[in-house]
């Protein structure tokens, strides 16, 4: 795959050079729109609207819609008004309000200008909901039915009317405007009479979302029952216009990496990690090192305060990583866990008493197994092979019992903390993996120097 | 949403109860087979088999294939062997293929014994692919078209095979079984003319993938391409079958599910956490936390080894966790983020020098900030608030110091490590946090003594 494009992009840059545009051509309009996009995207930047105008007017509307915002500009900047209407004119709804709204002012004002009256007011109507909205990535072209319709009626206003719609496989039957069932193009196509009414097929348990649902939860509706569209309605239950499955996947894709992002402890971001200047990369990972960093200043001021005790016993610090590093992996394998649970739509709040107990259990047992590992590890390896004389039994059975409070500590964190920050409707991601090290980090110095103090004479 | 759920479940407890089972039956028809079955989850085991029996056939079946395996075991074993044969029948081939490979043995031979002998064929052939194959995941019922057909005949076609089939909308246009176009419903019936040739109006830029290709290589393809259905062949270009969009949907969820647990340094599984028990928990958990516990003798032996120098400098010690937080902070940013690039096809191997160069240039700026507030920090908070003597301000640069060479070396071993997983074919969400921290913290001890030992008195 990955051989085979730069195969091309070598082939595409030599007949650029000698100025083989038919050829060029020729290529060009086998391949898919976003395969063509990222072409492009490794082409030197002045030769991009030369290649463009290459393509045929629909192939180009499916590639310009494939690419960066940044090499969308750059291109609507040297189109003539003429050709920018040719492109607009060929884009569906959602992609146009998408463009808009990535665009500068100025340029929006000439995309606008050559819209069509109909497409202006959908875009302006998708853009006035809140960024992430169901409204706002959805589509207003769709195929509407009435009732009373035939199946012969509803192919024959299919195929009138299907030309200009994104998808025309789900059908929406609708009333004065209420969406009052759906019908898809297989039960129309597989009817056995073409005389029936649409009403008497239609599905009228229907699965909708208004135009304020999250995104997120839509993405979630499409992969839970299997839709290739999503009929989203107002307040007053009036269709306004439908979600498609590829959206949703994006959305999906975009979601996993947001909290990915904040498991990693970085802002997340909309640009590409490739697109990123390090100044933008820089912009969202300082805020959380930053604040890490600071919240350090408890684990110091832990460690200033048993100041004799490790003066006293200075075999105790060789043992301070290899707790708090514990403590930190058992937390964040309990938080990963519960986060994805519960964005995955698994997990309810009134799940958290099972979920801790689960924990409990679970934290037990890796508890008990990693101090008996420990145990064993100090006395073979520090003690008889490194002979290290300062690491007495009574110091590894301290180590060993902080190391398994530690393990139970942090998996109840761990767990709690996520389901928590759904419970005040905050993402719980952001109780991940770095947020959590850092109280337990602390923990596990609290609980460690507590059992020096009751163990050993210090 | 959610307390919807619970008040149909509440009903549905008390209709039960109350032995109610036409009003339970008519609630449950019409909701959507996703719906009912996690009714049945949080359902009584016992009384499941009732309930499943009160469904239509079509709506069980649908059912039945978004139940979780142990209960479709606990189902099947009420079944008769007339019941098994018309839920079998009422199957998709994939769905039916993915049910005998959960289920033991024995269930097995009765699910074959009821299934008819195509679909036993179609069953063994999915199965013999290897797990997270194309083959595994694709069902063997499409519709194919001869090039020779006229519109009017392929729409035909479609009428009489398309109820089985578990999409229309994208047909596969074949010759002596090789895959030579395909035509989409859409293109059929927007067609003007009725006696048009397929072989005339179907796309021959076939975007195809082999029975062995990767899941998660099919997946991506859908998300770049927005495909409803993918056709799947064999090494001869011969068309076995096709994977549709709800599969990849659920592909692509469990491979960020899958990375997430790696990234927490948690064995993958394919069971949800709220179905795992707390020993398959454990089981999960404890490689990754053994493995990095012991691991953490490096960093004490570090220590040991610098024993004198912190005797003599004890306000050292204070800074260890502080250090060795930021340090695996800085470096899970960057493996997260060029894990996930990797795993989106944002970034490729040969990319390597440009992606070390932006990770040191926004190292240098990290670190920088970092250092900076640090040493402030130290002044104003440790030195001049809490009166701490024993900071001084050598001491405050070593720190910073430390600091600043921590975060850049951590960045670049954060964005190396996965690259170089990915080069030797392994998977480079295992270069996640928990092993990258436990390499950094190693690091950092080191060149913070380093410092601490050119820079003061010890």
Redesign the interface.
């Known amino acids: 795959?990955?051989e085979r494009f730069e195969l091309v992009q070598n082939a595409l840059d030599s007949m650029l050079e000698g100025k083989k545009y038919a050829t060029l051509r020729d290529i060009l309009i086998?391949?898919?729109p976003?395969d063509i996009a990222m072409l492009f995207s490794s082409t030197e930047e002045k030769k991009i609207p030369l290649l463009f105008r290459l393509l045929p007017k629909e192939l180009a509307a499916e590639t310009f819609v494939e690419m960066e915002p940044e090499e969308q500009e750059l291109l609507i900047k040297t189109f003539s008004d003429s050709e920018l209407k040719e492109i607009v004119d060929e884009l569906y709804v959602d992609d146009a309000a998408a463009l808009v709204e990535e665009m500068p002012a100025n340029v929006v004002k000439r995309i606008l200008r050559q819209a069509d009256p109909e497409m202006r007011s959908s875009i302006n109507q998708i853009l006035r909901y809140p960024d992430n909205s169901a409204g706002s990535i959805m589509t207003t072209e769709y195929v509407s039915l009435r009732p009373a319709m035939t199946v012969e009626e509803s192919?024959l206003r299919?195929?009138r009317q299907?030309?200009d719609k994104e998808t025309?496989?789900t059908c929406y039957v609708t009333e004065g405007r209420k969406l009052v069932g759906i019908v898809t193009?297989?039960d129309l196509?597989?009817a056995q009479d073409d005389e029936m009414r649409v009403a008497d097929m239609m599905e009228t348990?229907l699965?909708s979302v208004t135009t304020h649902t999250d995104q997120e939860?839509v993405a979630r509706m499409?992969?839970?029952?299997?839709f290739?569209a999503l009929p989203v309605v107002d307040m007053e239950n009036r269709m306004v216009g439908i979600v498609t499955?590829?959206d949703?996947?994006?959305v999906?894709?975009d979601e996993?990496?947001e909290?990915?992002?904040m498991?990693?402890?970085?802002l997340p971001s909309e640009k590409?990690?490739?697109r990123s200047r390090?100044?933008e990369?820089?912009k969202n990972?300082?805020p959380?090192?930053?604040l890490?960093?600071?919240s350090?200043?408890f684990?110091?001021?832990i460690?200033?305060s048993f100041?004799d005790a490790?003066?006293a016993q200075?075999?105790l610090?060789?043992?301070?990583?290899?707790l708090?590093?514990?403590g930190?992996?058992?937390g964040?394998?309990s938080?990963?866990?519960?986060?994805?649970?519960l964005s995955?739509d698994?997990?309810?709040l009134s799940?958290l008493p099972?979920v801790v107990w689960?924990e409990i259990?679970?934290a037990v047992?890796?508890g008990l197994?990693?101090a008996v590992?420990?145990y064993l590890?100090i006395w073979l390896?520090?003690g008889l092979l490194?002979g290290?004389a300062a690491i007495t039994p009574a110091i590894n059975l301290v180590v060993c019992l902080a190391l398994f409070a530690t393990?139970l500590t942090a998996k109840i964190i761990g767990a709690v903390l996520p389901m928590l920050a759904k419970a005040l409707k905050l993402d719980p991601a952001v109780m991940a993996?770095?947020f959590i090290?850092?109280i337990v980090?602390a923990v596990s110095?609290l609980v460690y120097f507590l059992f020096a103090k009751l163990l050993l004479p210090l």
Chains 1, 2 share one sequence.
């Open positions: 795959m990955q086998t391949m898919n976003a192919i299919i195929r299907g030309v025309i496989y193009v297989k196509l597989l348990n699965i939860e499409f992969s839970k029952y299997d290739l499955v590829d949703a996947i994006d999906l894709q996993a990496t909290d990915m992002e498991m990693g402890g970085i590409t990690y490739i390090p100044w990369l820089f990972r300082i959380w090192l930053l890490l960093m600071v350090a200043t684990t110091g001021m460690i200033t100041e490790l003066a200075v075999a610090t060789a043992f301070i990583p290899m708090m590093g514990t930190g992996n058992s964040s394998q938080s990963v866990t519960v986060i994805r649970a995955l698994e997990l309810k799940d099972r689960k259990r679970t047992m890796c197994a990693l590992v420990c590890k390896v520090d490194l290290n393990v993996s770095p090290t850092s980090d110095l």
